[in-house]
């Protein structure tokens, strides 16, 4: 379980681009949920996954992974227990290494790798085999620099390679806004595939409404730091895109635009 109490994040505190974007923020993300997130740009989506992974700090509050206050626990350590997916495809992967090598460095997460070799050739055909089931070819490129593949290539690898290791969080950042419509809607068949297996806690950014409703089992929008729509469960089934358009033009008119 996630959650983050009381929180308070100003940005470029005492300037004159001083912003306030988190003041008493409190959330909670449930054990095995798939929580999709919208909202428009500055409304602190990205800033709230950052906040749970480490990437930026808060000024006050807490947080919490699992009951364990994580609040001032490095990134690198909260990474132990979360994969995390970036727009860009190559944030994900290491582009001058083969798809093999990729692979292995995952599978190697948290592992003491001492003087051997970072490839364990034992594995090769458990990759092949994985690899197989997703019809993309990508068995018979293992030799092949990932810096060569499609983006929609490397961003199916980057989410193999964020969730080969035992997790407890997955945290996707908009990860399938930088690919084409098809290739988009296999990476998030393969993303709700994975989370149902391994049961995994999700938190999904996206600005795919049609994504954000057909996709898991609640759904937060955002708006100037603060939750504007919460729904789960049946009322989350019922939610069609139209309701989060009407919402967002509400909330624009609102605010002048």
Known sequence: MFEVRHIDKTYSPGTVQETCLF??????????????????NGSGKTSLLNILCGSIGVDHGTILMNGTDITKMKEYRRYRKIGRVYQNPALGTCPSMTILENLSMADNKGKHFGLSSGVNKKRIQAYQDMLSQLGLGLEEKLSVPVGMLSGGQRQVLALIMATMTQLDFLILDEHTAALDPKTAEIVMKLTDQIVREKKLTTLMVTH???????????????????????????????????DLLGLFNTISIECGN
């Open 208 to 242: 795919n409404l049609r994504h954000a409703t057909e996709y898991g089992d609640r759904i937060l929008m955002m708006h100037q730091g603060k939750v504007v729509l919460d729904k789960g469960g049946d009322e989350k089934k019922n939610l069609k895109v139209e």
């Open 23 to 40: 003041s008493d923020f409190t959330l909670a993300i449930e054990p095995h949920s798939f929580v999709s997130v919208v909202g428009s």
